[in-house]
């Protein structure tokens, strides 16, 4: 079953300019957005947020899995909710449904670890969104499955602030 929205439908989660909600102070100036449903604990630091986008932008993610700057679209994946500890797998999983016209794909990305996420499952990726639109992705690892709605901008519609 195919499901198809109308362009201006697209409805991705706000980004977060408050801490870290999971527990690495270090973390706490990146901007961050919620999966769904909330109970999994899904949250995705954009390590990729430009500043001109401000505050209160809705989650966007540039195509191809590069900024215009040259650096990658990376995002830090964690399932923070308490029931998800230990539930999560060696990978994660990435399917992206384009809900404004045709288009798919496919990303695995390993889990990595460390103190800072209270033994939360995380996963470090670099999401390569094909095509300019509104794309939810599907997120599944072990026991834990979320999706998050992203925006997907060309880097042509995004211009470097430092070219000419």
């Known amino acids: 079953m195919r499901v198809e929205t109308s362009p201006g439908s697209c409805d991705p989660p706000p980004v977060h300019h408050t801490p870290y909600p999971g527990g690495d102070r270090s973390l706490d100036g990146i901007p961050w957005i919620e999966g769904e449903p909330r109970e999994?604990?899904?949250v995705g630091l954009l390590w990729y947020w430009r500043e001109e986008w401000g505050r209160s932008r809705k989650a966007r993610i540039f195509t191809g899995g590069v900024a215009p700057e040259g650096y990658n679209a990376k995002v830090l994946w964690a399932?923070?909710?308490?029931s998800a500890k230990d539930r999560g797998g060696s990978k994660l999983v990435i399917r992206g449904r384009?809900?404004?016209g045709r288009g798919r794909f496919l990303g695995s990305f390993a889990a990595i670890g460390y103190e800072?996420?209270?033994g939360a499952p995380s996963y470090a990726s670099i999401?390569?969104?094909?095509?300019?639109g509104c794309w939810r992705l599907t997120l599944t690892t072990g026991e834990l499955r979320a999706t998050?709605?992203?925006?997907a901008v060309d880097l042509a519609e995004e211009p470097s602030p430092n070219r000419d």
């Open 40 to 42: 999994s604990g899904l």
């Open 79 to 82: 399932f923070l909710a308490p």
């Open 98 to 100: 384009r809900l404004d």
């Open 116 to 118: 800072g996420q209270r």
């Open 127 to 132: 999401v390569e969104v094909p095509a300019p």
């Open 148 to 151: 998050v709605d992203l925006r």
